[in-house]
């Protein structure tokens, strides 16, 4: 007789480091963050890595999963862009080359695991989990990045040099960005469980000392063109959207012929100067913006919806006996009056809806028991919306 396959079992939540080694996760964010280079021993007392190297390999392989294989082969560095052929993967015993994965906990749960415990720090600012595997001797180079990196070695040794104030000017004609004068001024060797944190703009060179993996949890920082445009936007829908109000409207009755018709027209300057002025985006806006902005998931992410439909009558009595939790692509972010998900923006109305949103915002999940209380209309629908989506799923 065939069985049924066991329901998938509801991951539990990560516990968020108070520590990082013997040091409070506080002291750390106080002294250090933003402010210097740290090594932290052990920061991950007994860490063992839950990737390994064909973990890496097969997610390369995938469409929808965004990878860079870096191999400097006769002194000659290739850079070629997942997804991977098997056969382009180099053999493991070749020195010298390096897979980047990006967004691992958008793909495997212990990539979601492991980034959480890292929510001493707001979601806001947490981007992703990238992963790199390295053959012995691989690396990208001496190169800088613009965020704050936390560097977590997982498998292997690693061996980090760095430099605080480097010149960014980089070696022509290649690839991949790398520093062309690049002078080491502090290096440590890193081992399972040890974590290098990097403020940004410090030039840093990892070379792996025999196999490596290394987990590289990065932070985003605002674009402000970015948040200039969805300012704009916001003030767009606002206006009615295509709306008249969108469109600068010009007033030149009167105007005299040109006798420089290329030269542009003071009025129409002024104009627009005063539109602007007028248009310029209140605190409101910002905020939900800056909520829009961050809750963005990544581009190539694709949710799942539930194999069967559920009515609304039916996800109601299913959320109150088993509770929900928030899929691990799921971006959520909230400010006292809007809660944003995955870029959508949706008022927080009332006590009951503001606490159960919340809840799983910060959470990621709400347990049954919190559920027990009868919810608003508009936060159930929300909810079975979510769920309809693959944004949630019930527990």
Not at 309 to 331: H, I, K, Q
Request: aromatic share 6%; charged share 25%.
């Amino acid at each position: 007789m065939s069985r049924s396959a066991p329901p998938p079992r509801t991951p539990a939540v990560a516990r968020v480091l108070t520590q990082l080694g013997g040091m409070p996760v506080r002291e750390f964010l106080a002294r250090y963050w933003q402010r210097r280079p740290l090594v932290i021993r052990r920061a991950l007392p007994g860490f063992d890595s839950p990737f390994t190297a064909e973990m890496l390999f097969e997610l390369s392989m995938r469409d929808e999963v965004e990878s860079r294989l870096i191999d400097r082969a006769r002194g000659r560095w290739r850079l070629r862009h997942g997804p991977l052929r098997r056969a382009a993967i180099p053999s493991r015993k070749r020195p010298g080359w390096t897979l980047l994965v990006q967004g691992v906990d958008l793909h495997l749960q212990q990539g979601a695991d492991l980034l959480a415990r890292f929510r001493f720090l707001p979601d806001a600012r947490l981007d992703d989990l990238m992963v790199s595997y390295a053959s012995d001797g691989g690396g990208v180079g001496p190169h800088v990045d613009s965020y704050d990196v936390l560097l977590l070695q997982a498998y292997g040794r690693r061996r980090w040099r760095i430099q605080r104030r480097p010149d960014p000017s980089c070696v022509p004609g290649l690839p991949i960005r790398q520093l062309a004068r690049f002078s080491s001024q502090r290096e440590w060797v890193l081992e399972p469980g040890d974590l290098l944190y990097l403020p940004p703009g410090v030039a840093h060179d990892g070379v792996a000392l025999g196999e490596s993996i290394t987990c590289s949890i990065g932070f985003r920082t605002p674009s402000w063109a970015d948040l200039a445009a969805a300012c704009n936007e916001l003030q767009q829908e606002e206006d009615g959207g295509d709306s008249n109000d969108s469109r600068l409207a010009l007033r030149d009755a009167g105007i005299a012929p040109s006798s420089h018709p290329a030269r542009l027209p003071l009025r129409m300057v002024e104009q627009a100067v005063r539109a602007l002025q007028r248009r310029r985006p209140t605190r409101v806006q910002i905020e939900q913006a800056m909520l829009r902005q961050a809750s963005e998931p990544n581009p190539r992410v694709v949710f799942e919806p539930p194999a069967r439909a559920m009515a609304l009558a039916r996800f109601a009595e299913a959320l109150r006996l088993r509770g929900a939790s928030s899929d691990r692509r799921t971006r959520m972010l909230y400010s006292d009056r809007t809660l944003a998900i995955n870029g959508e923006l949706v008022p927080l109305l009332g006590a009951e809806q503001r606490r159960v949103l919340k809840s799983l915002a910060d959470r990621r999940q709400v347990p049954a028991p919190e559920l027990q209380q009868k919810l608003p209309v508009t936060a159930l629908s929300l909810l079975h919306k979510w769920y309809s989506a693959g944004w949630i799923h019930l527990q």
